[in-house]
Nanobody, 112 residues
């Protein structure tokens, strides 16, 4: 199982970023996928989850500003983040819930 995140970077407050996580080594369409984030000095927190059928759930902190989606043909899960805030600054991780597999993370920094 391999999960590779990309799409992080520096964004201004109010801006947008689209994170991607490309999976390999398993049948992607059969698994629930999640995005987590970890800010410096804080615990890792769940940001969003998408079910096998594509049903999303969100943390209150990103609800209404973020969209999780998946493309099973491309073995990829996305996190579109809009109206970014400085408190969104964190390393963002992709997770396959079953088996607790993680990617290496991608840094998101929101700053003017």
């Amino acid at each position: 199982v391999q999960l590779v995140e990309s799409g992080g970077g520096l964004a201004q407050p109010g801006g947008s970023l689209r994170l991607s996580c490309t999976a390999s080594g398993f049948t992607f369409s059969r698994y629930i996928m999640s995005w987590y984030r970890q800010a410096p000095g804080k615990e890792r927190e769940l940001v969003a989850t998408i079910s096998i059928l594509g049903t999303p759930t969100y943390a209150d902190s990103v609800k209404g500003r973020s969209t999780i989606s998946r493309d099973n043909a491309k073995n990829t899960v996305f996190l579109q983040m809009n109206r970014l805030k400085p408190e969104d600054t964190a390393v963002y991780y992709c997770q396959r819930r079953v088996g607790n597999y993680w990617g290496q993370g991608t840094q998101v920094t929101v700053s003017s």
